[in-house]
């Protein structure tokens, strides 16, 4: 699998791990499906124009485990912008919803594999639709 399959694929996966972890329907051990899919140096720019890094996400994540029942987030048109051996810029539409609303977003991220080929987000950017 290239690494825009791969890319593609994570950003799949990691909305089913963000999905089992907002619904409780995971075990609050499997939080690094959630973090260890992020890079050291992770850094989201969230819709509303805040910053996060990866330790701030690993330490707002614990917060919020279950504490949204009937939350989906699912992706899909997906554009490669860039692609290189080791890296990928993946555009695409997420729609998250709860059980009172539906929000939609267009997302970029840069993805990376290290010298064994582990994919992880190194950037993440997100604009409300």
Known sequence: MDITQSAQQQV??????????FTGETRRENINEVLGRLHQDFIMVAPDGSVKKQEDLATWLPTVFGTKPGFSAVADQFI????????AIIV????????????????????????????TWRHLQETWL
């Not at 799949?12 to 972890?21: G, R």
């Open 92 to 119: 695409y539409h997420e729609m998250q919803k709860t059980s009172s609303a539906t929000n939609n977003r267009r997302s970029g991220a840069l993805f990376i594999a290290d010298e064994e080929g582990k994919i």
């Open 80 to 87: 490669v912008s860039y692609s290189a051996d080791n890296m």
């Open 12 to 21: 799949h996966d990691f909305n089913q791990a963000i999905t089992l972890w």
